[in-house]
């Protein structure tokens, strides 16, 4: 069974930094890999996926890495802002479109 | 476009009595959606795959009397919390992937709102 982690659980940054979330999964037989942004209470947005023919993908400030023979994903966000504070969340697609979801990372930029 | 809803978005009631999430897509058709729990400060956990016309698959440990699922439309599915306890009490997330005539491993999932259970 795939497991996500996802590492750190939490991390507080000044605003204007830039940042790397780490995410590593057991079962490099992923389809794709996508990161999640999820608010206090709301559901989840889609931030990037990565099909597993691909190594990253980039929107604006936010690029994402995959390497599958290693089984790790990382999130690049550049130039952080207090906007981006929420959890962020990995989950890695295998068969039947079964998404395996990490436990996420809670980031607070201070302003 | 790719819009899904929950609702309701949030919803009390007490021990024994049942509830009914629905999860809509709004601008697509959706052959398959997924149902999904999450608990306090713990990731999503699936719970099961719903697809139109054809009966639930259910993840292990998962109780299909329990939580019943309905996918009667390709824009609707329900999850039925049947005599809710407080244990019950979580986020209900769906997702739904869109119809593209033939399912592929890479299709995207598209993300409810989530629906706020508490059972007193």
């Known amino acids: 069974k795939q497991e996500v982690t996802q590492i750190p659980a939490a991390l507080s940054v000044p605003e204007g930094e830039n940042l790397v979330l780490n995410c590593s999964f057991t079962?490099?037989?992923?389809?794709?890999l996508q990161w999640f942004r999820q608010d206090p209470g709301k559901g989840l947005t889609s931030l990037l996926l990565?099909?597993?023919?691909?190594r990253e993908q980039t929107s604006g400030r936010l690029n994402a890495s995959l390497d599958k023979s290693s089984g790790r994903s990382t999130l690049y966000i550049a130039a952080s802002q207090p906007g981006d504070s929420a959890t962020y969340l990995c989950?890695?697609?295998?068969?039947?479109?079964?998404?395996?979801f990490g436990t996420g990372t809670r980031l607070t930029v201070i302003p | 476009g790719a819009v899904v809803s929950q609702h309701p978005s949030w919803v009390i009631c007490k021990s024994g009595t049942s509830v009914k999430i629905e999860c809509r897509s709004l601008?697509?058709?959706?052959?398959?959606m997924f149902w999904y729990r999450q608990f306090p400060k713990q990731s999503l956990m699936l719970m099961a795959t719903?697809?139109?016309?054809?009966?639930?698959?259910?993840e292990q440990g998962v109780e299909k009397d329990k939580f019943l699922i309905n996918h009667a439309s390709l824009t609707l599915s329900t999850l039925t919390v049947t005599s809710a306890h407080p244990e019950d009490s979580s986020f209900y997330i769906c997702?739904?992937?869109?119809?593209?005539?033939?399912?592929?491993?890479?299709?995207?999932?598209?993300f409810g709102p989530g629906t706020r259970l508490t059972v007193l």
């Open positions: 997702s739904a992937i869109r119809a593209s005539g033939g399912r592929k491993l890479t299709d995207t999932q598209y």
């Open positions: 079962d490099s037989a992923i389809y794709n």
């Open positions: 990565i099909q597993s023919s691909q």
């Open positions: 989950a890695g697609g295998t068969g039947a479109n079964n998404l395996f």
């Open positions: 601008d697509f058709q959706a052959t398959t």
């Open positions: 719903s697809n139109e016309g054809s009966k639930a698959t259910y």
